[in-house]
């Protein structure tokens, strides 16, 4: 199992995922569902690393050998969260049953005009965030994404809602770019999702303790919010099967301040704090995580450490 998960092929191409997106907008979301189970099987036996990498963090999580069965639910769980993009991306809020918890505190956060950044990650629906467009129609939503990964998919998100699609704060461009464009969005009032759990090959990062073993996560979100003074929300959208998720708020700091002398330390401590709360909900829902791929890069023999932090590390250089 590579630990490098941009060296991964998409799975099916362009072609299969395009197919999808016909069925699901001509066929509705009961018709493109059957899709998914021969496109479960088809990773299931195709794309062994991804097998692998589901199997051992089940196992992790389940606290026991996950069956082959379990895999399947997995993989099918991340299919069923895909396919509902399309719909979700296409503001058809009502095809879903989307329980929101936590929504005055974050209203309280966007209320005090300051912008709000949203830490997320790959656990679940990040997009079922989309669904504040109903509660709050004055919502502006910025996600910060790297348009170069998953190209397939983002041409054909790009293509369902160009108007979303302008919104993006492209995270392949120059790291201080990431950070202005980040503050300009802020300075709007906007929510900026970022997702925090997966640290780019080379990134400065730290390991902390996750699921019973040290996993690295990235600096860089974590300096933007410091260098921005900004208020940082956690938000998890859960997939609970069918057409029911359940999106979680949650006030991780209402400022985040890493002192340069103190820069190690806090930067470990913030880490570990959400990382407990990250697995807080990988618990409520394990089937949920989808980071294919050897996550505690128990193969890497040089994570980044304190001296590497020290050094002054830019905050959106691995944005």
């Known amino acids: 199992m590579s630990a490098n998960w941009k060296e991964r092929p998409e ?3 362009r072609f299969a995922i395009w197919l999808i ?6 066929g509705g979301r009961v018709l493109s569902r059957l899709l998914l189970f021969p ?3 088809y990773f299931l036996i195709v794309r062994g690393p991804e097998r692998r990498a589901s199997r051992a963090y089940l196992s992790r999580v389940l606290g026991r050998p996950a069956s082959l069965w379990e895999v399947a639910r997995h993989i099918h769980c991340f299919a069923s969260t895909i396919l509902d993009r399309v719909f979700l991306l296409s503001g058809q809020f009502r095809r879903f049953d989307i329980q929101v918890h936590g929504l005055d505190m974050l209203h309280e956060q966007m209320d005090k005009g300051r912008g709000v950044l949203l830490f997320g990650s790959h656990h679940g629906s990040f997009e079922s965030l989309r ?3 109903r509660e709050r129609p004055d919502a502006l939503v ?3 994404m790297d348009r170069q990964q998953n190209q397939a998919i983002t041409q054909l998100l790009e293509a369902l809602s160009p108007d979303i699609a302008a919104t993006v704060i492209d995270a392949g461009q120059d790291g201080s770019a990431i950070t202005l464009a980040i503050n300009d969005a802020m300075q709007q009032n906007a929510l900026v999702g970022l997702l925090v759990d997966r640290a780019r090959p080379g990134e400065a990062q730290q390991r902390v303790p996750f699921l019973g073993e040290e996993a690295p996560f990235p600096n860089a979100p974590f300096l933007i919010a410091s260098a921005l003074r900004a208020p940082v929300v956690l938000c998890f959208g859960l997939y609970r099967g069918g057409r ?3 999106l979680h708020f949650e006030l991780f700091a209402d400022t985040v301040a890493i002192p340069r002398a103190h820069r190690y330390q806090q930067l470990a401590e913030l880490q570990a704090r959400y990382a407990g709360r990250l697995e807080h909900y990988v618990r409520l829902a394990p089937f949920n995580w989808f980071n294919f791929y050897d996550f505690w890069q128990g193969n890497d023999p040089t ?4 001296a590497a932090v020290s050094g002054g590390d830019q905050p959106g250089r691995s944005a």
Do not use: E, F, K, N
């Open 142 to 144: 910025r996600v910060v």
């Open 39 to 41: 496109i479960t099987l």
């Open 21 to 26: 997106r016909a069925i699901a907008q001509y």
């Open 244 to 246: 029911r998720y359940d």
């Open 11 to 13: 799975g099916g191409g």
């Open 131 to 133: 669904v504040l467009s």
């Open 303 to 306: 994570p980044r450490t304190a």
